[in-house]
């Protein structure tokens, strides 16, 4: 299959192709239902508004704007979730592939591993996977695996627009200096966005987040961003 068709395919589904790779047994990639190893894996996600857009016109976006509902556990899949497995189930089967999932395990697998195989993105000093272009507004909602070898272009990475970054902004905008050195301080992240004071990064997406000067064009409209950190905050209950 021509890599033109499988863009063609994902962006339809309101999905885009985030890249692949050719796998080999140490990349952890499932085997397929044959028993015989993947030979190309292709990410799918999203880096623009049409993955938003689908998702709100599908029945799982109705149900979620009409009762907010997400997930209380990883096995528990929220509206988003159900959509993605859904969409991309259906697209493996049109394109002759395996879908997998970066969600609904046991067992879980190396989505961000992936990812850096597929295409120019490194982690952030946020721990997010930082894209040259997209810098911290996309995400990988799922994979799909071939039994076939398909030609993938040569990558063009380069370095990551973090070494260049001047001041790192993002390490200092947290309200509550929830992002340092040290990692990810879950738990003061919990309680702020929990608090009347926390509404910004609730309704606009997180603050450190939005700090990132890479991929300002393409961050998420108050309206994704604030589903984002509902199901954040409804997955991770403060104490």
């Not at 190309?40 to 509902?69: C, I, K, Y």
């Not at 003061?188 to 939005?210: E, K, S, T």
């Amino acid at each position: 299959m021509e890599l033109e068709a499988l863009l063609q395919a994902a962006a339809a589904a309101g999905l885009s192709l985030r890249g692949g790779f050719h796998p080999s047994a140490e990349d952890g990639v499932p085997l397929l239902k044959t028993g015989a190893p993947a030979q190309t894996l292709l990410l799918l996600g999203n880096v623009d508004e049409g993955m938003w857009q689908a998702f709100q016109a599908s029945p799982e976006g109705r149900d979620a704007e009409a009762s907010h509902a997400h997930p209380v556990s990883d096995t528990d899949l929220g509206p988003l979730d159900r959509w993605s497995r859904r969409v991309i189930t259906a697209l493996a089967e049109d394109l002759g592939a395996e879908p997998v999932f970066p969600f609904g395990g046991p067992p879980y697998f190396p989505f961000q591993a992936w990812a850096q195989k597929s295409e120019p993105v490194w982690p952030s000093p946020l721990g997010l996977l930082v894209h040259r272009d997209y810098g911290l507004w996309h995400a990988y909602r799922g994979a799909l695996r071939f039994a076939a070898r398909i030609a993938l272009p040569p990558r063009d990475d380069g370095p990551s627009p973090c070494v260049s970054c001047a001041g790192q902004p993002c390490l200092s905008a947290c309200p509550v200096s929830a992002f340092s050195s040290a990692g990810y301080d879950v738990a003061a992240c919990v309680a702020h966005i929990a608090q009347p004071g926390g509404r910004d990064c609730m309704d606009l997406g997180c603050r450190a987040r939005r700090a990132c000067p890479v991929g300002s064009d393409v961050r998420y409209q108050p309206e994704q961003a604030a589903f984002h950190m509902r199901a954040f905050l409804s997955a991770r209950p403060s104490t």
